[in-house]
Structure formats: C-alpha cells, structure tokens
Nanobody, 115 residues
Framework: QVQLVESGGGLVQPGGSLRLSCAASGSTIRIGIMGWYRQAPGKQRELVATMTAIGTTNYADSVKGRFTISRDNAKNTVYLQMNNLKPEDTAVYYC?????????WGQGTQVTVSS
C-alpha cells in the first residue's frame, strides 16, 4: 500500500522560506511522477511542481524562480523548497504520486504566509 506523508508546513512571514517533505512508503519514487499541489480556501487544487523519474521538472508560473522540487532516492522522499513566500502561497500543500493510471495523495500540510 502506497503512503505519502507530508511534513514541514507552518506559519511564516512574507519573504520567508519553508521546506516541505513527502516521505513515500510502499513504492519507490524512482518510478512515475512525483508532485506537489496546493489548495487555498475556496479555490480548486492546483499544480505547484512535478518531477519525472528522469528528473524533468515542471512548475506553475506563479512559483517559478521561488520554489524548487527535489528528491532523495535513498530516503524515498521528495522535497519542495519554498523561498520568498507570499501571502498568496497560503494553502494546504499535498504530495502526489502518479504511476500509470494510479494516483496517490498525501494528507496535506498547511502553509500560512502572514505577518
């Protein structure tokens, strides 16, 4: 059974940084696509960043240049480094894994950017 567990969320001031972690179990992150999505109150869930098995990355325009997705295969963990955070980045952030027709989600971690 595939499980994704996010951590690292919290409250940060505008301009600050956070690093989210997504620890995967039950399946290796070397296969498929790993990604981060977010959902703000009253809005639809949206893509933040993805990384393919060969390391190709994709970012939402709103986070390009500020966020970086990476992974540690030995730890079976995916990260999202978030710099220069803005109030509009406030959302619940979800880890996502796609392999073929199967999609898995973590439980989410809250990120709040406020002074």
């Amino acid at each position: 059974q595939v499980q994704l567990v996010e951590s690292g969320g919290g409250l940060v001031q505008p301009g600050g940084s956070l690093r989210l972690s997504c620890a995967a179990s039950g399946s290796t992150i070397r296969i498929g696509i790993m990604g981060w999505y977010r959902q703000a109150p009253g809005k639809q869930r949206e893509l933040v960043a993805t990384m393919t098995a060969i390391g190709t990355t994709n970012y939402a325009d709103s986070v390009k240049g500020r966020f970086t997705i990476s992974r540690d295969n030995a730890k079976n963990t995916v990260y999202l480094q978030m710099n220069n955070l803005k109030p509009e980045d406030t959302a619940v952030y979800y880890c996502n894994r796609q392999t073929g027709s199967l999609t898995y989600w973590g439980q989410g971690t809250q990120v709040t950017v406020s002074s």
